[in-house]
């Protein structure tokens, strides 16, 4: 069983950054494939970012490719949010999903999952 618990959400203007992390503790917890989704109201979640057991080989969603930055240092999952926009305003979930063939961005593929943390930006 592995425990994921996120922290660093918050309100903040369009353009500014903001860093997510997400703490995994349990057994093995770094032997998993990592990734962050987030959900909108009515929606559901989406894929974000995505990063390898290893710590490499991170795959992004096109809306954040060159904003955003995964990162992962033993068991402590990042999300460096950068040039934040209003459409990025939701509640983001760190996962965790046993290591497949190629990177994972379907929610399916993640058995752990974070409680979310709020971000919101405004215009």
């Known amino acids: 069983q592995v425990q994921l618990v996120e922290s660093g959400g918050g309100l903040v203007q369009a353009g500014a950054s903001l860093r997510l992390s997400c703490v995994a503790s349990g057994r093995a917890a770094s032997a998993y494939d990592m990734a962050w989704f987030r959900q909108t109201p009515g929606r559901e979640r989406q894929f974000v970012a995505a990063i390898r057991r290893s710590g490499g080989s991170p795959g992004y969603t096109d809306s954040v490719k060159d904003r955003f930055i995964i990162s992962r240092d033993n068991n402590m999952l990042n999300l460096q949010m950068n040039s934040l926009k209003p459409e990025d305003t939701a509640i983001y979930f760190c996962?965790?999903?046993?290591?497949?063939?190629?990177?994972?961005?379907?929610?399916?593929?993640?058995?752990?999952w974070g409680q979310g943390t709020q971000v919101t930006v405004s215009s």
């Open positions: 996962a965790g999903g046993v290591p497949t063939l190629s990177l994972v961005r379907s929610s399916r593929g993640y058995q752990y």
